[in-house]
């Protein structure tokens, strides 16, 4: 039985997919433009504004449904959920265009050791795959997954910050370049955005796990 | 807005207009031999009433127009004067048609209403009941001088004489079924969800049958007996078996009585011309009395239900 | 207030309870009725299969399911109603405050005059006055005292939200009010006889949208004085009312809780999809 509800959250489910795949993309640009070198801050701005907009139409469109069909149960719990999801959709894109930024101002990395980024890179790009995985199919089983690889993600960042405020303590005895303080800064702030991702997939996990078991996880 | 704006330019909105098309294409067609139907089947309406209404008229005029001559007081109130001589009038007949009226009435509207009560409340429709709503069917068919005939046996023959009682019994027979057919049928009609409202204040099964479904029904319950009454009031055949007729009043529950319809049968067999005169007269007192009767009991009713509708 | 000597009214303490909406606080704390492994018949159909629920003082409980699921069966069992039914049996226990109603010693009466109903049309005595419907039952019941009976009346449109509409016009008839008034009107009659619990059997699916939301504030306020079970066909009312729900499907209970809990997260995949409107 097709109910009229059911054409709305297809549509709002289509919306989703859109967004998921444009965010993933975005994340991607972003991460590849940091590695290369390559400044496409304005392709990253227009992807992320995309993103919002799509947030939004979103949010309207589960305010409508909720509001004209009143959805129960696992309808309701979906529709919930899909605000979150969306948001953090659009988050990944703010963070993506974050580190587009930082490429921008503090100029290419082409002289920094990009070891940490691309393992740390490597690792996010995973979790927003697996997110998008769980979410397309209602999968509640990824979320501890993502848990564990947000952990190692979360360590690499710590040890690197520690490792930073060492060299900042001692710095003035060893000699540092200007490059090496511009390399430290922009991977400093990189690895934070992309433990932020890190963090907004999770929460994408969290939601799938709620929409099928009605369980709320509580976020660490 | 967003959602079901998919289906607009369906391309069965064009199948729909054919359809459209050819259906009005039928209507018109059909459509002058309609109106030409409903005029015809107007005027025999109207023909049928015609029909159905002018003997009725005609015989209340004819009753008014040689009956009224015959009225006066001593008319209403004397006893029948020597035959043939045009005197005295139709007094015991009125009193005893009152008389009886009311002491069959006595007898069949509580038997009749509680028969009622018992069939549409308290029997479930088991075997017993269904004798009993068979046996007053066969009871409401049954010929009045039938009846008459068990009131003379039964009663006249036993006592010894010709009665009231004994026209009384014979009339209440033919009261009782009609009692209690319309009870029933009126109890029946009372909505369950009215009982079950009794039932769920604690109520016990009498109270909810008397003062909620009765209640309810009594203006179907009154009408029944309205019925009742005119149908007997004009009753002759049970009559002559059983009460006789006289021209005294009324003596004893024992003694013979006169009534209405009884003396307009009398006075019209007789070869006299202030006889028929008196005949006439008699029959449109026994008009008036049934009518007020039944627009009596009718006010009253109308009384309780204006309470309710207003 | 006069009220008091007909019925022990319930403990108060019991309104300020914390609505506490866990399956084991429904088991666990005091329960205002207890159906024990009740079955219902009509003739040799089973309408309700062993049916087992606890209902909470001072709470409103919805009976949710498709047509024929046997809600309404089971809510006419909860006071003795069902057994008027031509052909109609049942067998197990209902405990009201641990008092098998269906107990050989008690009366049924009595059982009825503490637990009220409300039906699905309203129907008030056709030939009766707005102040002798309310006063129906306790007047047939052999209540004299006029005073008591006037205080009564008030009281109970006043409970049943009533009494500012109807207070001038006390001996009009019952029925010339609207479809709303009159089922509110029949709300105040059940009230007058002080009962513990009232069951309402889809009480306003008779009613338009504005009369029928004016019957759920009134449901909602009653919960201080009454314990509530109500019957309906309408899903958004039982989520907006209450705060237990029983959803049951061909005669059986498939799923008890808090209403909360039914509509956000239902346990079992019947109820989720009859909520849902998949099928029903």
Redesign the interface.
Known sequence: ?T???D??LD?IKNLLVDMSILSETTVNMAIESYEKGIAIRSKIFDHSEKLRLLQLEIAD?AI??IA?Y????????FLQSCLDISYGFMRFGRYAYDISEVLETIGPSHKCDTSIVSTMALIVKDMIKLSLDSLRDLDKDISPKLYVMDDSVDSIYRNFLRKTFKLDSEGLSTTITINDMKCYMSTLLILRYLERISDHACYIGDCVHYIV???PTPRK | ????N?EKNNPKNNENKQYTDKINNYIKKKYKRRIITNKLVTILTIISVVVAVIPLGSILIEVIKNGSEAISIEFLTQKPGALGSGKGGIGPAIQGTLIIIGLSSALSVPVGMLTGIYLSEYSKNNRFSTVVRFVNDVLTGLPSIVIGIVGYVTLVLTLGSYSVLAGAFSLSIIMIPIIVRVTEETLKLVPNSLREAGYSLGLSKTKITLNIVLSTAKSGVLTGIVLAISRIAGETAPLIMTILGTSLFFSSFTGPVDALPLRIWRLASQPYESAHSFGWGAALILIVIVLFLGVGLRVLIRKNLAKVEM | MAVENLAPVEKKEQIEESFVYLDDEIEKSHSKLVVKDVNGWFGSKQALKSININIKPNSVTAFIGPSGCGKTTLLRCLNRMHEMTTGAKITGEVLLDGLNIYDKAINPVIIKRRIGMVFQKPNPFPTMSIQDNVAAGLKLNGVRDRNLIQDIVEDSLKGAALWNEVKDELDKPGVSLSGGQQQRLCIARALAMQPEVLLMDEPTSALDPLASSKIEELISNLRERVTIIIVTHN??QA?RVSDFTAFMYLGELIEYGATNQI????KKDL??RY?????G
Request: aromatic share 8%; hydrophobic share 45%; no cysteine.
């Open positions: 039985m109910r009229l509800l054409i709305g549509k469109f409508e449904l004209r009143q959805p129960v149960a696992t309808d309701l719990r078991t009605g369980d | 807005m967003i959602v079901m998919s | 899903m958004q989520a509509f956000k997260n239902p109820t989720e909520i849902s409107g998949k099928f």
